[in-house]
């Protein structure tokens, strides 16, 4: 019974105060339009290569981080029953010649295999392909 009493009180109470408080100001009016999302950054093709065997690219420029590289590779058959092929990317910064990356480093695959890796450095930049018994392709992406 008396904690009945209390609850009754702690609510009359909190009637009052809200029954004296100050009345609510007219809500603002505010514009109808909605905002905008920000656009989202749309990729830009800066280089694309493709072929097979082993390839040095000519050199490219980014300006804005991050960058994506994106590849696919494609074996050939497998010989006697084996799949004997390799795919690697090596980004190299072109002032120092260092490697930087290594976006792909795939062997003995034995279907089509395909994905992209981003980077977050500016500069001028090649890439050093090795590939072995398949054909491959290449995009460099920014975003702008």
């Known amino acids: ?60 420029t980014i300006t804005e981080a991050p960058w994506a590289v994106s590849w696919a590779f494609n074996p050939d058959p497998p010989l006697y029953g084996m799949y004997a092929n ?24 034995s279907k089509g295999t395909a994905d992209s890796s981003y980077i977050y450095d500016t500069g001028v930049f090649y890439l050093s392909i090795s590939s072995m018994s398949g054909t491959w392709s290449i995009k460099v992406f920014e975003f702008k």
């Not at 007219?26 to 390839?55: C, D, H, I, M, R």
């Not at 980004?91 to 490697?99: E, F, G, L, P, S």
Request: charged fraction near 20%.
């Open 1 to 60: 019974m008396k904690r009945l009493l209390i609850t009754m009180l702690v609510a009359l109470t909190g009637m009052i105060v809200m029954a004296c408080a100050a009345p609510a100001e007219a809500p603002v009016e505010t514009s109808k339009e909605t905002p905008k999302a920000k656009s989202t950054l749309e990729p830009q093709v800066v280089a694309e290569w493709s072929g097979s065997g082993t390839k040095t690219t000519q050199p490219f």
């Open 86 to 109: 390799l795919f690697q990317i090596y980004v190299h910064k072109a002032y120092d010649r260092m490697y930087m990356e290594l976006p792909a480093n795939i062997f003995n695959v």
